[in-house]
């Protein structure tokens, strides 16, 4: 699948996926990374090393901070896939220096696939296997 890039990088990885939004402030613990918001689908599982497929951000601004945390404390996800990155997940990424690409069709991707992203400066690719 074509994407495209919002942070270049090439990885290959488990996909956790979540059909709904996912607010990182207040959403996922900085110091463990595992996800903590009340009845969202992943409550309870870790980000760590996972190819991370969400729709889009939500929340507060302070989100982005929250993902350079996760990296800054070596819980992060691996990359992120997004339907559309927001302006909170976008400043993240870069933040942190995490692949991130958005454009993509995330319904064709199964929470425990195995993903590669091949993300240039402006294209990217996904590879579902």
Do not use: Q, W
Not at 2 to 7: E, G, L, S
Not at 9 to 20: M, N, T, W
Not at 26 to 51: A, N, Q, R, W, Y
Not at 103 to 125: F, L, R, T
């Amino acid at each position: 699948m074509k994407a495209r890039t919002i942070y270049p990088g090439k990885v290959k990885g488990v996909a956790l996926v979540s059909r709904e939004p996912i607010g990182f402030y207040g959403g996922i613990d900085m110091k463990t990374g595992i996800v903590i918001e009340k009845g969202h689908p992943l409550e309870g599982k870790s980000v760590k090393g996972k190819i991370l497929v969400f729709p889009y951000g939500k929340g507060s601004t302070v989100g982005s901070y929250v993902i350079y945390g996760l990296k800054k404390n070596g819980v992060a996800p691996l990359a992120i896939i997004n339907k559309e990155t927001e302006t909170i997940v976008a400043t993240g990424v870069i933040l942190a220096a995490i692949p991130c690409v958005d454009g993509v069709d995330i319904e064709k991707i199964k929470d425990g696939s195995i993903v590669e992203i091949n993300a240039g400066e402006k294209e990217a690719e996904v590879k579902i296997e």
